[in-house]
């Protein structure tokens, strides 16, 4: 294997052994505030990484993880893939079930880079153009789109434990 082709494959596997414990740590602090009811999806190819629901099997809640090696200031949007966005509105639209809907991403401390930070963002459709657009993830030298995206205004995310303070009376709804 030449020189370039195992540096790539040396970072795929660090990322996704980033990734792995970004989980396993996210899991934990979901639990923490939305208790023990949150669970982790088994399938790798589920659109959210994890879910609650109720007594009655309806989904409350879904939460997607990005784990990322930046901080919050950064780039002025992170996104995650469209297709998530159109699964929850089909979910909403076409069945009983009407999930809350969170993005966290999991970013580096300003401070330390080896330190983590996770931050919250609610998913609400109505949010379009004041919190999120839709767009390209492009290769420019290429000249060509790799998918399309949700971008979402950095400055509309919240440390995790910021947001269960100002919002405790809804978490347990």
């Given at each position: 294997?030449?020189?370039?082709?195992?540096?790539?494959?040396?970072?795929?596997?660090?990322?996704?052994?980033?990734?792995?414990?970004?989980?396993?740590?996210?899991?934990?602090?979901?639990?923490?505030?939305?208790?023990?009811?949150?669970?982790?999806?088994?399938?790798?190819?589920?659109?959210?990484?994890?879910?609650?629901?109720?007594?009655?099997?309806?989904?409350?809640?879904?939460?997607?993880?990005?784990?990322?090696?930046?901080?919050?200031?950064?780039?002025?949007?992170?996104?995650?893939?469209?297709?998530?966005?159109?699964?929850?509105?089909?979910?909403?639209?076409n069945?009983?079930?009407?999930?809350?809907?969170?993005?966290?991403?999991?970013?580096?401390?300003?401070?330390?880079?080896?330190?983590?930070?996770?931050?919250?963002?609610?998913?609400?459709?109505?949010?379009?153009?004041?919190h999120y657009?839709?767009?390209?993830?492009?290769?420019?030298?290429?000249?060509?789109?790799?998918?399309?995206?949700?971008?979402?205004?950095?400055?509309?995310?919240?440390?995790?434990?910021?947001?269960?303070?100002?919002?405790?009376?809804?978490?347990?709804?």
């Open positions: 294997m030449n020189k370039l082709k195992e540096l790539e494959v040396n970072f795929k596997h660090a990322d996704y052994q980033l990734g792995e414990i970004g989980e396993k740590n996210t899991l934990e602090t979901l639990r923490e505030y939305w208790g023990d009811g949150v669970k982790q999806f088994t399938n790798k190819f589920s659109p959210f990484d994890f879910y609650k629901k109720d007594e009655n099997g309806q989904l409350t809640h879904l939460w997607e993880l990005k784990t990322r090696r930046c901080n919050i200031d950064t780039y002025p949007t992170l996104c995650f893939g469209l297709s998530k966005k159109l699964y929850v509105d089909e979910l909403i639209k069945t009983t079930q009407k999930p809350k809907v969170y993005i966290i991403w999991l970013l580096e401390m300003k401070e330390n880079a080896k330190r983590r930070i996770h931050y919250i963002w609610r998913y609400k459709k109505k949010r379009e153009n004041t657009t839709i767009g390209d993830i492009s290769n420019a030298k290429r000249n060509q789109v790799l998918k399309r995206a949700v971008f979402v205004k950095t400055n509309k995310l919240k440390p995790i434990l910021q947001y269960i303070t100002t919002h405790q009376r809804i978490l347990s709804a």
